[in-house]
C-alpha cells in the first residue's frame, strides 16, 4: 500500500520515464544475452563443421587390414605438434560399452593421453550410426576441447569404428568474451542514448501540462483571470472547464458582494430612522435605543466588512504594493498625528505584493498603523518582509506603555476597548484579526523591543 501511494504521489514525469527506463534496460538485456547466445551458437557450430570434415577426411582416408584399422598418413600441422590443441582419434565400443583407440590410432598432439569420452557415448552412437554427436571434455592440460564423435562400419570390418576429433576452444570462448563485452558497450551507450531522448520526449511532450500548471498558478495569483493558451486536443477541455469553473466563481463572489451591499443598505436605513427618532425624542426610553441602535450598527459594520473579506478571498485575488499603501498610510497618519509628535518609521521591499484587495490590505494595516500612532510616545516603526513564497509578514511596533499579556487575547474581540477615554470603537484589531483570518492568515500579539506592543499579522503574498 505505501509503495502504490508513493507512486501515485509522484511525478507523472517521473513516473513515465522509470516505466520507459525499466522496459529498454529490460529489452536492451534481453537483446545482449541473445546476441551472445546466437553468437556462441555460431561460433561452436563453425568448430563443430572443422571437426566434422576432419572425422569425414580420416573416414575417407582409412584403410583395414585383417580386421584392424589403420590411419591416413596425412594429417595437417596442429596434429602434429604435442599439446597443439587439435586432437584426432579413431575408436571402438568395447563389450562393457566403452570406448578405446584402435592400435593407439591417435593424433601425434594427444602425446600419451586420450580424448575422454562419456560413459553413455557408445550408446548414444549406436542409436544414432552416421550422425555426429558433439559435447565438452577435459583436455591433456586440462583445458575444455569441443569434441565430435561420428561412428562407422568400415568394409573389412565387423565391428563398427568411431571417429573422434577435438579443438581446444578457449579460443571460442575468448571469442564469445569479446563479442559480449562490445557488444554490452554499444548497448549501454545506446540505452544512454535512449534514456536521454525519452527525457526529452516526456519533457516535450508533457510541455503542455506544465505550461497548464504556471498559466492555472498565475489566475491564482492574481496575474491573470483565466487560462489564455492553446493546448493540445486532449488538454483543451481540462483548460475550458478550468476557465468555466473559473468564471462561475467570478460570478458566485459577484452575487455575494451585490447581497453584502443591498443587506447593508436594507439595515443601515432601519437603525438610521430609529437613531434620529431617539434623538428627537429624549428621554430614558429614547436613550436605551439610540445606544442598542449604535451597537448594532457596529456589529452590522464588522460583519459586513467580514463578508466582504470572505468573498474577496474567494475570488480572484488583486496584487497590492505593500509599499505604497504604507507610504501612503505613514503620509496620512502622519499628518493627523503631527501635532502629538508621533514619527512613523516603515521599509518594505518594492517587489512586495499583497495577494487580495487594495482596501483590505489598507484596513489591515491603517488600523494597526493608527493604533501604535494612538498609545505610542514618539515612535512607529512598520516592517513588512517576505516570508517565503506565498506568505509575508507586517509588523508594526511602538515604544508606548505596551499591553500585559493577559489582556492581549482580549483586546482582538469584536468591541473591547481596555481604555474608555481613547477615542475609537474597539473594532480596530478585531478588523485586523478578522481579515487575517480570512485570507488564512494570523494576527500575533507580543512585546516589542521599543518598549510597547508588537503586532504581527501572517498574510497571502503575490508574486511581482
Known sequence: MRMRAGLQRSSLARRL?????????????????????????????????????????????????????????????????VFSGRYWEIAEPTAHGKVTPTNRNVSHSLFDTVIATPPDLAER????????????APGPEDQTLRVRAEQHLLRGRKTPVIFLAAEDRSSVDREVSRFIVATAAVFVLLGAGLILAIVIQVRVGLRPLFDLRTEVAAVRRGKAQRLAQTYPSELMPLAQELNALVEHNQQVVERQRTHVGNLAHALKTPIAVMINEAQQRPGPLADVVARQAGVMQKQVDHHLRRARAAARTQGQGERTSVAEVLDELSRTLGRIYRDQGVEIDWDA??????????????????NAVENACKWCRSRVRVRAQAAGPERFGLTVEDDGPGLPSEQRAEVVQRGTRLDETAPGSGLGLSIINELARAYGGSLTLSDSVMGGLCLSADLPRAQA
Open 17 to 81: 520515464v522509470l516505466l520507459a527506463l525499466v522496459w529498454s534496460v529490460g529489452a536492451l538485456a534481453v537483446t545482449v544475452v541473445l546476441l551472445a547466445l546466437l553468437f556462441r551458437q555460431a561460433a561452436l557450430g563453425r568448430l563443430d563443421e572443422t571437426l566434422n570434415d576432419l572425422n569425414k577426411n580420416n573416414l575417407a582416408y582409412s584403410t583395414v587390414e585383417d580386421g584392424q584399422v589403420f590411419a591416413p598418413p596425412f594429417t595437417d600441422e596442429r596434429a602434429l605438434r
Open 349 to 366: 521591499a518594492e517587489d512586495l505584493y499583497f495577494l487580495g484587495e487594495r482596501q483590505d490590505i489598507l484596513e489591515i494595516a491603517g
Open 125 to 136: 552412437l549406436r542409436a544414432n550410426p552416421g550422425k555426429p554427436i558433439g559435447y565438452d
